[in-house]
Each structure stands twice: as C-alpha cells, then as structure tokens.
C-alpha cells in the first residue's frame, strides 16, 4: 500500500513563492540602476537614494533568503516527526512488521487483485513460558527474531502483528495448499533452530494455520477465520504444526458452535446429570469417598460423550459455569442425603 509520508510538496511551493519574490525584488533593483544610468544619472535624484534603494533591495533578497532556508528547515523537520508518526501507526515499535490494521488492509487490498493470495496465520507456541522462565526481554528478543526470519525467507510477503504472538503473512500468487504446507514447515524448522537470546541458546516453536482465495473464502474477513480455525487445529495436534484448511474443519466448528450453544442451555435449564462414582481403599475395599461425574442426555441427540462437551466448555467461559453447577448439584445432592 502506498502511503504519504513526506511535506516536500509543500516546501516547493514555498521554494516557488520565495524564489518568485526574490526575482521580483532583483528586478526592480536592476531596473533602477538601469533607469538611473539611462537618464545620464539624472534624474532629480541624488545618487545616495538610489543606492540606498539598491540596498534595500538586495537586503530583501537576502531576509527572503534566509526565511526561506529556514523555513525548509522548519518543514523538513516537520516531515521527519510526520513519518515517525506514520511509522507508529503503520509500523509495530518492536518487531518491525505492520501494525494489524495496516496489515489487514494490505490484506483486503491484496483480495482486490485478480491473482490468488495466501493467508498465514502463525502463533508462537512458548512464548508465555519463555516470559516466565527467561522474563519480558527474552520474549521480546524471540518475538523480533521470528520477524526477522519471516521477512528473510519471505521477501515479497507482508507481515503483520496482530497480537502479543500472533502474526499474519500475506502471500500473493500462491494458492497451491501442499507448497504452502512445505513452506510453512520449512519455517517452523528456520525457527527451530538454537538462536542465542539473552545469552542462552533458545529454540522458538509456532503454529501456522492457512487458507487461500478464493478457493477457501470470498473476503478477507472469512479468510482470516477459516485460516485461524486451521491453526487451531494445529494446536489440537501438538502444535510445532502448518495445518492448511478444509471443509471437514467447517464442520468440526459447525459441531462445537451446536455443541457450546446447547449445553449453555442445558446449564441453564439444569437439564445435565451428575453420577457418582465410589472410590474404594485398596486395602480392604471399603467406600472411602465418591467422585462426582457431569453426564449429558442431549433430548435430539441422544447422549453426548464427556470427553466431547467438556473439552469445548474448556475454551469458552461454559467451564466455570459447567463448575458451578457441579458444586451446586452435589451439595444438593448432599444435602437429601443428610435428610
């Protein structure tokens, strides 16, 4: 995308006005010492005004001068706090690449074209422990290094940050999805490799997740969404992973959009089961406590595994609900069974 980033438009206008005064000013000075010389030096002047007019002329070329020099300066170095602006917005301040709105709007301007383009999404896996273990300088330190290995390997790309580690890549020309995959590979491995950060050799791992238009999506927007659901299909598979989208992801998130939404309800309406499980002493086989167990009868879809509803309330905010209710229903439950 191009972008205004320079006031030297309006110093030339300015270069233009002073320098047409300034030529005014030479020829009126010019003018009176011809006229002067013309008349045989006789013109009911006394020569002391004319040279003292021929001064101030020449005086006006020079305060011309220097607030047009100045006046340069003053632009100049207008420009130069224009495009540290423009950097800040167009730019992140750490790692270099385009800031998320510059960057999507790359994205949407590339999507006007009439060739295929490429959507990489890419998320550092161990960034959190990295901040924990090695602190804030050493996250940031891996966070400029994987910009700077994207942008070598990938010259003709734009990078964006869209978050603290989420990073966008957008590729023109390029919709073959196994190429992709290798490419993404091939970075995962650059970034793989021990890079001393803060003095300690220090291996990066990330997650890419891609989608192409138009053959995955119509705008930038699904673009974007369909790419990230690849990603986190990645991230379900062990991270370390480049994961291109497919229809079968569709239906996964169709699958957990149902299932999320239903068991809101099924919360709500208090319409799940709790089973308790005795948990005996190995010793003598005698009952020392029960374990609580939330079952789902779904009334369309029959029963609904554990495993399945309640790994999709761990990423949504359904698990501390799901907890809630939990805690409510055994001590319910208790609490007949004291009476």
């Not at 273990?133 to 994987?146: E, P, Y």
Request: hydrophobic letters at 45%.
């Amino acid at each position: 995308m191009r972008r205004e980033t320079s006031l030297e438009p309006a110093i030339g206008t300015y270069r233009l006005v002073f320098t047409g005064v300034a030529i005014l000013a030479g020829v009126m000075a010019v003018l009176a010492l011809l006229g002067y010389a013309s008349t045989g030096f006789d013109t009911g002047l006394p020569l002391a005004l004319v040279v003292v007019r021929t001064l101030a002329a020449a005086a006006l070329l020079l305060i011309l001068r220097w607030g047009y020099v100045r006046l340069r300066c003053e632009l100049r170095q207008a420009a130069a706090e224009h495009r540290e602006h423009l950097d800040l917005a167009y730019q992140d301040a750490l790692t270099g690449a385009q800031t998320r709105a510059y960057f999507f709007d790359s994205l949407r301007e590339a999507l006007r074209g009439d060739r295929p383009v490429a959507y990489l999404q890419i998320d550092m896996d161990n960034l959190k422990v990295l901040n924990d273990s090695h602190g804030h300088g050493a996250g940031d330190a891996a966070l400029v290094h994987m910009v700077r290995t994207l942008k070598s390997l990938l010259p003709e790309a734009s990078i964006g940050r869209l978050g603290g580690d989420d990073f966008g890549i957008v590729l023109v020309g390029q919709d073959s999805k196994p190429a992709l995959v290798r490419l993404g590979e091939r970075i995962l491995s650059v970034l793989g490799r021990p890079v001393p950060i803060e003095g300690r050799p220090l291996r990066l791992s990330a997650t890419i997740g891609l989608a192409v238009w138009p053959n995955d999506a119509a705008e930038a927007d699904e673009l974007i969404t369909k790419a990230d659901l690849a990603l986190y299909k990645g991230k379900k598979q062990g991270r370390a992973s480049a994961v291109a989208f497919d229809a079968e992801l569709l239906a996964d998130e169709r699958h957990k959009r149902f299932v999320e939404r239903d068991l809101r309800a099924a919360i709500l309406l208090n319409e799940l089961e709790l089973h308790y499980q005795p948990i005996v002493a190995a010793e003598d086989g005698a009952i020392v406590t029960h374990e609580a167990l939330v079952r789902w009868q779904h009334p369309v879809r029959g029963r609904i595994l554990p495993g399945e509803f309640i790994a999709i309330a761990e990423q949504s905010d359904l698990i501390d609900k799901l907890g809630d209710w939990v805690l409510r229903r055994a001590c319910l439950d208790l609490d007949r069974l004291g009476t």
